[in-house]
Structures are given as C-alpha cells and as structure tokens.
C-alpha cells in the first residue's frame, strides 16, 4: 500500500468513527448565554445536590461526543489523511472558542487535542493578542505532524486499540467514574470508593460498582501501557522505568 493510498485508509477510518450528528451541539451551545454556558459546562464533581437536570445531562453527552469527534480530527490532520475543510463544523462558533465556560471545560476533561486543531485552524480571538490579558487561551500550539511513514501504522494501532477498550463494559463504567458521571445510588461516591479500597466501612450495595470500576480501571491502564510500548518499539514496559526514560513518540 502506497504512502498516499495509506493516508486515504486512516482518514476512512477515522471519519467511520465520528459520532452521527456530532456537530450539531456546537451551535446549540453557541446560541446560551454567558450565563447559561457556566452553569451548564461547570465541572461535574462541582455540582451540588444533583441539579442538573436531564436534558443538561443530554447536552453534556452530546458535547463528549462532540468533543471526541474533534480530537479524532486532529488525529486525522496529524496524520497528514484528513483535509480540515470536510466539514464547517470542524471549526468552532466563535461564540464558543471565546467562552471561558467553554475553554475550561475542554480543558478540565484533557481534551487538548480540540486545543490543538483550533491552533491549526488558526483560531485565536482578539484578545489572545493582549499579552497582558489574564484570560485562557482557547488554541494550544500543536505539536509536529507525523511524518514519518511508520506512524501511519502507530496510527491505525492507536486507534483500533482505543476503539477495543471503549466497548469494554467495565472500562466504560471506569472511564465514566474517572470523568465525575457518579453513580447516583452511592451517597458521596469518591470517599465511598477511596474507603472501600482501604477496606474500610463504605455503604451498602456498592461492592459490585467497584469492583466493576476497579477491573476497567486496571485494565484500561494496562491496555494503554502496551499499546505505549508498541509505540516506543518495546516488547513490554519494564515495572520501573529509570528517571532519564522519555517517550519519543508523538503519539505516546
């Protein structure tokens, strides 16, 4: 397979991933208030007393899944297979890449890759100019391309191994305690969880959640580490590594 033909491949590949109707949230989310974004795009360990209501929690999913669908993008653009011009979506509402609301949230839920496609689409509002403006920038420079023939390979593996552990049903229910989405049914469920590891008292009927969290937890971990050493040319990783150890590769 040739070099374009591979960049062909990833790019269908990617794009087979993305969420139907991904993009519609951004305009839905452009078009609140100030007021309204803040309040909608708190973080969710924040919230008190449960007060977000059921169609915010559906607009909080839609905008997961948007999100992700945008750091798959850049994935694609790293790789050098995705033309950024295949959807207007693609660039955000301005409306929205201004939001503090909005830049903390993105950055709060470490999808920095979204940061990384605004900078090479060139976002950058006007008062990201003023050097002496105490705001938080939307777009964070990119880091270089994947160039090298190879990562096309790195590429598809990272992908097909990030897609195996997304349908494990126990690092889904992991990943969502890890993202504050708590189990509603478990009063002040990450103290409950931190005693029930020391093997302390913790509440009844939570022994099976966390057992669940604590499977996809570990298995989510070693999943990624060998997909880590697959990408820095190892067989495996050893237990220790020294402290002079760096990972080279940009997908790491």
């Not at 777009?139 to 023939?149: G, T, V």
């Not at 097909?160 to 969502?176: L, N, Q, T």
Request: net charge negative.
């Amino acid at each position: 397979m040739d070099g374009a033909t591979e960049h062909s491949s990833i790019a269908e590949e990617i794009l087979s991933r993305l969420p139907a109707g991904w993009d519609s949230i951004f305009p839905e989310l452009a078009a609140l208030s100030g007021a309204q974004l803040a309040a909608l795009l708190r973080p969710r360990i924040e919230e008190v007393d449960n007060t977000r209501t059921t169609q915010d929690a559906d607009l909080i999913t839609r905008l997961d899944n948007g999100l992700h669908a945008l750091s798959l993008l850049e994935l694609g653009a790293a790789a050098g297979g995705l033309p950024l011009h295949i959807s207007d979506a693609v660039k955000l509402p301005a409306r929205l890449s201004k939001s503090q609301a909005f830049g903390r949230y993105v950055n709060n839920y470490l999808y920095f890759g979204v940061r990384f496609l605004a900078d090479r689409l060139g976002e950058v509002a006007d008062w990201e100019q003023d050097s002496q403006c105490n705001l938080l920038p939307f777009a964070l420079k990119h880091p270089p391309d994947l160039i090298n023939p190879q990562n096309i390979t790195n590429t598809r593996m990272f992908l097909e191994a990030s897609g195996a552990y997304e349908e494990d049903s126990w690092a889904v229910e992991a990943m969502h305690f890890l993202d504050d989405f708590h189990d509603q049914t478990v009063p002040g469920e990450e103290a409950a969880y931190e005693l029930w590891l020391l093997h302390l008292p913790a509440p009844e009927g939570c022994e099976e959640h966390f057992t669940n969290v604590t499977t996809g937890l570990l298995e989510w971990i070693r999943k990624r580490v060998a997909v880590y050493a697959q990408l820095e040319g190892r067989g495996s990783l050893p237990e220790t590594l020294p402290s002079c150890w760096m990972a080279h590769n940009p997908l790491t």
